[in-house]
């Protein structure tokens, strides 16, 4: 057995490190999109995310007296809950939409900043993300930034002290997959923080083509639950995240015009 596979033969020994603290899965999911939240939590178990994540503005946390709240079918004991500010389009909404789940979590502050520019392709605005980052950041938040696969972007927004740069796939949604992988590399090659992709998965190869590249996760939503099979999709996307990171360490061969023999031609028998 190589050495290669003994280290990685475990989840725990190669763990994903967020702020220090180390995951086993490197599979970040959501909690939305679901027929209710008992599927929900199927399908977030089946994929065994630790980390999941929810809109703030649309998810009820406690804020909604007599509905169903998220924390009772979806322990905070049992994952890590990523708060996000999804339908936030200024820096000033998205600072208070976190310092609202701070307040609802009890002092929360690993949170996933999302400031978008446009209703109809929901890309960030960029200028805006920077501004929120900036404040979140002096007020001890915790911040797993969504951007674009912008590079110097991507870079920034870690030295400003993000935890974890999140470029997208493709728009929110689209299910289009890696529509420029050769910008996700060059993200994940500059990083020294985590890279995980977010927004644009769309199935299984999705997923391990990101992971190919050498994202440390990635974390998807309507990819699950839009599935005709959430639950069947969840396992496929558990499996995916999986094979791609091996694959990644494994080193695919590089590519060629033309053939190569698969066996070897020196020494024939005759």
Do not use: W
């Not at 689209?174 to 927004?199: F, M, Q």
């Not at 190919?212 to 599935?227: F, K, N, P, R, S």
């Not at 396992?235 to 791609?244: E, I, L, N, P």
């Amino acid at each position: 057995m190589s050495t290669q596979i003994q280290q990685q033969g475990s989840a725990s020994k190669d763990p994903l490190v967020i702020d220090g603290i180390e995951y086993q899965s490197r599979l970040l999911v959501g909690t939305a999109k679901y027929e209710n939240l008992q599927q929900a939590k199927q399908a977030i178990d089946i994929s065994g995310a630790e980390i999941i994540t929810m809109a703030v503005r649309r998810t009820n946390l406690g804020q909604q007296e007599g509905e169903p709240n998220l924390l009772d079918i979806l322990s905070p004991q049992d994952y890590t809950y990523l708060p996000n500010t999804a339908g936030c389009y200024s820096a000033d909404d998205a600072v208070r939409t976190c310092r609202l789940a701070r307040e609802l979590l009890d002092g929360h502050s690993l949170v996933k900043l999302e400031v978008l520019g446009d209703e109809k392709t929901l890309f960030p605005d960029v200028a805006e993300t920077f501004k929120a980052a900036e404040t979140l950041i002096k007020e001890g938040f915790k911040i797993m930034v969504y951007t674009n696969d912008d590079p110097i972007a991507a870079k920034q927004l870690e030295e400003m002290g993000c935890v974890a740069v999140m470029p997208l796939a493709a728009p929110i949604g689209s299910g289009l997959g890696i529509r420029n992988p050769y910008n996700i590399a060059t993200i994940v090659e500059n990083a020294g923080v985590p890279i995980l992709v977010d927004a644009g998965v769309g199935t299984a190869s999705d997923a391990a083509i990101a992971m190919e590249l050498g994202c440390d996760g990635l974390l998807m939503q309507t990819a699950i639950a839009g599935a005709r099979d959430p639950l069947l999709m969840a396992s496929a996307m558990k499996k995916a995240v999986q094979a791609g990171r091996e694959a990644y360490h494994a080193g695919r061969i590089p590519k060629k015009r033309y053939a190569t023999a698969s066996s070897p031609v020196d020494g024939l028998f005759f």
